[in-house]
């Protein structure tokens, strides 16, 4: 099909200056998932043929991994898979991405397995993978002119978008729910900007920004995980590029991935076809399996019955950063776990706080609670023989545990309380 105009794509989002000619590096059009019509690249996320979602298409051209290597130890060593400029580390950024691989050997052990990395996103500087998503999107908010930053957020999203809003030099206007962990309200209030509670759950404040987005009051205006969605989707795909590199140029055999949109994990699957495409990794198979708390499990609830639809469900969960009951890509999931001979589980909320204290127990990484669902639907699926404990294995922790203290915070209290004296203290630990 040939490519639309923006101007048809985009009229009803608050259209801005024409941009078909702002640099996008080796991004090519925006592409619909379901009936693969192409548009020119705007801030436009759905597809005016069946209303499918967008997402973007390349002509890479040759990429190599010596010229992947020259980069900068952050997301932009990746710059020739993106839609991003040549030049794009060169600008103010918060240069998220390189985060460590931990060859988790400890709790390898504790679980029997033989091969088990964690994947540990804490170390973004705002300490959530959400610097990834953020970091693309606004470039993309750059090249289209738009002057403030915007976003619905379960947190991490919220705190990711001002801080890089205040470090581009853009205004930030974030949306949140008003029962939010504290840690995250000030993590997302301490950059400036304006933050704004959503009487509701993450489900009502989407909604709301969709409403805004057509409303004057949103015009010039960037939302990242609205109408910027196909290029915020895309920092994502750095993740597996990552792990792929960290482990000498492979792909894992097995991955878990927390899943809230599914935007994360469909993403993951795609950096490491694109990998593979470009052969820069071997062509060998891999299983995705996804993770959900109990308390919102859509997509688990789907899988399990065979169902391809997911039925929105109200979010009761600790694990507040997936709470959403409506995830756009949640069917996508389905097919990527379906596909891959992978699995899409859930945990309970004691499940998790235990995950999460096993996780800090085994490897000194103090996951926040989408962290403990991971390790948790980890921990059940090589109980119940689902994922294969010989098999090489990526376990993701997206965040950082001091974002979410309550979930732990019952039964943290020190181990003794003494007077400063060795008696005192033999016979505290006898």
């Not at 033989?114 to 540990?120: A, F, M």
Request: hydrophobic share 40%.
């Amino acid at each position: 099909m040939a490519l639309a105009t923006t101007e048809n794509t985009t009229a009803s989002l608050g259209r801005v200056e024409d941009t078909r000619n702002q640099h996008f590096g080796p991004a090519v059009a925006l592409s619909c998932r379901e009936c693969g019509a192409r548009y020119d690249l705007g801030p436009s996320f759905a597809c005016i043929e069946c209303f499918g979602p967008l997402e973007i298409a390349y002509d890479f051209g040759r990429v190599t991994r010596e010229q992947i290597a020259e980069g900068p130890a952050n997301i932009w060593r990746y710059r020739s898979l993106l839609p991003v400029p040549a030049d794009v580390a060169a600008k103010p950024n918060m240069e998220p991405g390189w985060t460590r691989l931990v060859n988790a050997g400890n709790l390898a052990r504790e679980l029997g397995m033989r091969s088990l990395h964690v994947k540990d996103d804490s170390g973004n500087p705002t300490h959530s993978f959400k610097d990834r998503v953020v970091a693309i999107a606004v470039e993309a908010a750059r090249n289209f002119g738009f002057h403030t930053l915007s976003c619905s957020s379960t947190g991490n999203l919220a705190g990711a978008a001002a801080a890089a809003a205040a470090r581009a030099g853009l205004d930030a206007c974030v949306f949140i729910p008003a029962d939010l962990e504290q840690a995250k309200v000030v993590m997302a209030s301490v950059y400036g900007g304006r933050l704004i509670g959503i009487e509701g759950t993450y489900d009502d404040v989407n909604r709301f920004c969709s409403e805004l987005i057509g409303d004057e009051l949103g015009e010039k205006w960037g939302f990242v995980n609205v109408n910027l969605r196909p290029y915020y989707a895309e920092g994502s795909k750095t993740l597996a590029y990552e792990i792929a590199e960290q482990l000498g140029w492979r792909v894992p055999d097995q991955i878990v991935v927390p899943v809230a949109s599914g935007s994360q994990l469909t993403k993951i699957d795609k950096g490491f076809k694109e990998l593979i495409e470009l052969g820069l990794v071997e062509d060998r198979p891999y299983k995705i399996f996804a993770a959900q708390a109990e308390g919102c499990s859509p997509v688990s609830t789907a899988y399990k019955a065979g169902h391809d639809v997911i039925r929105p469900v109200k979010p009761d969960t600790i694990a507040k950063s997936l709470a959403i009951g409506n995830p756009a890509d949640g069917p996508y999931v389905l097919d990527i776990a379906r596909r891959t001979g992978g699995a899409v589980e859930d945990v309970t909320d004691p499940e998790i706080v235990d995950a999460i204290r096993l996780l800090a127990r085994t490897e000194g990484i103090f996951a926040e609670t989408a962290g403990g669902v991971t390790v948790g639907v980890l921990r059940k699926l090589v109980a119940a023989g689902r994922l294969d404990p010989e098999a090489e294995t990526v376990v993701l922790n997206t965040g950082d545990g001091l974002k979410t203290l309550d979930a732990v915070a019952a039964e943290a209290r020190p181990t003794a309380v003494i007077r400063p004296s060795l008696d005192a203290f033999r016979a505290a630990i006898a």
